[in-house]
């Protein structure tokens, strides 16, 4: 049975005129243990506290607590906003206790010199469906229409011009909603094509903008909506419309986002930026962050997707219905065996950052089937497929074989042979930071005596194991395959037939289910080759809107082509009718 969930509307709420200091209760009700929260969200909250302490007791503190416009910017949202879509469908936007924390911490918080706002910059880390995205698109209302700013000008951005409209879409049908808003603001365009929103009273609008777009350069903001800052590539956007701060007076930048995976990216440096200030590690008056997080402890053996305990602690809407435990236990159930789908499942519901955006295999499932004791005589006579990953100039290539059961072994068999340049591996160590030398000396990688690889080396070995395994075919990736060919016909080389297998969603993805299966099932085993077993650590998989895979180079942290290489070996064995003895059909 789900859990029933809180009532959106408090009737305590709903009645104005007992509104209190509402962020100031959040925090004390964290800071308590009342209410489950993880490390960074007590950090908030008691940083709240500390200088609340500070403007009571001393004189020389330069903000102070102006609980009357807090509560007033709560009363824009929950007097003038009404929501739309599903069960909230034209309820007024009570304000659940963490926004009201977010927002009175953001208006209330002033400067003592001139009365303007302390905070210019607000990182907001919180999983999918916990309703960040309509809170920015209130925030971008009061800024247009009830912030007492001449021209503002509020822009929703992104990278992408769809994700931009997604927040904007939240701020029109909260025009849509209301008649208020409707005598006060000019929607143009008409129906979902509407771009703009404007407040001629003070000259002000509210509109879209992206780096797609031109006309980045020379905006102005008073207030800027930043959506789903771990999809930014880079720091390009925010930098751009933040330069347009000097001539406001209370310029906010207000960033919303789900956890990411890439900790060399800007959304990492905000996030790691925002736990230092919240843990008041650093000292930033103008940053206020709230990020949802799980305690250490929480994440060990991945004990939070079985305890749904601990599920409200980073999920502050949870407990009013949003997302819902019963569409948090949909997730994981269907992310159970699938790494890639679990990694998004611990990103969107758990604000877990992952090492990897779409990691394909799993540790414990890749070193289940790990066996580095069988002899190579086993492998002698049994059929078997290859893939041939060629590298660039300097890379690893990769030539993989998948050996079909035998009477005396029932597992698939996986072997695959890397070659490396050999000159310069020292300096190719330090790039990958990982010990090609000790791979070369241990045999796992032929580092071949030259700058480049060079395919004479390779096709010669690849013709020697052909030569003593039994290969049916190899599948290959037709990029640098014309030079390879040319190379076979120079030095008159025959190998098996050779198929041109794609790299795209069509061909990868049926390659790959074939290999996560036997990996997940148990039915195969690898010989425990290191360089292999981090090429599997490395791989990322990338899936279309259909949830058809692939392997991403260019999302990877590392070399992948031993899995390229394996998942072409695995997708020409759907091509065969294999039958073993007793007529069962083996793929």
Sequence with gaps: MGRKPKSRQNPEKTNSSTIKDRATEYALVITRGDVAAGPYVQGACARHLYDLECFKNDPKYPYRWDIDCADKTVRFFEERLYLSGGQFEGLPFILLPWQSFVIGSIFGWKRKSDGMRRFRVAYIETPKGSGKSPLAAGIGLKGLCADNESAAEIYAAATKQEQAMVLFRDAVAFYDHS???????????????????????????????????????????????????????????????????????????FMITNSGHDKTSVCWEYHDLGVKVALQQLQNDEFFSYICSLDDEDLKDDRYLDDESLWPKVNPSLEYGLPGYDYIRGQIREARGLPSKMATVKRLCFCVWT?????????????????????????????????????????????????????????????????????????????????????????????????????????????????????????????????????????????????????GYQSMSPAIKIFETKLLEGTMRHDGNPCLTWCAANAVIESDAAENKKYTKKKSTGRIDGIVATAMACGILSEETIVDDVGFMMV
């Design 179 to 253: 008649d208020k808003l409707q005598e006060r603001l000019k929607a143009s365009g008409s129906a979902d094509n509407r771009w703009k929103l404007s407040f001629p009273t003070s000259r002000s609008f509210f509109r879209v903008v992206s780096s797609e777009k031109k006309g980045l350069s020379g905006p102005r903001p008073h207030m800027v909506l930043l959506d789903e800052i771990h999809e930014h590539p880079d720091g390009a956007v925010i930098e751009m419309l933040r330069a347009g701060f000097k001539t406001r007076r209370q310029p906010l930048s």
């Design 355 to 503: 090492e990897a955006d779409n990691p394909a295999i799993d540790r414990e499932a890749w070193m289940a089937c790990q066996d580095k004791d069988y002899p190579d005589e086993i492998l002698e006579g049994r059929r078997c497929w290859g893939g041939l990953d060629l590298s660039a100039v300097n890379d690893l290539t990769a030539f993989a074989l998948m050996f079909h059961p035998s009477d005396d072994d029932p597992f698939w068999r996986l072997k695959v042979w890397f070659w490396i340049p050999g000159i310069g591996l020292h300096r190719k160590e330090e790039q990958d930071h990982v010990p090609y030398l000790a791979w070369r000396d241990a045999k796992y990688v032929k580092a071949v005596d030259r700058k480049t690889i060079e395919y004479e080396f390779v096709i010669k070995d690849i013709v020697g194991i052909c030569g003593r395994f039994n290969v049916q075919k190899i599948a290959f990736d037709r990029w640098k395959m014309k030079d390879f060919q040319k190379e076979m016909e120079r030095m008159g080389a025959t190998l098996p037939e050779m198929v041109d297998f794609g790299q």
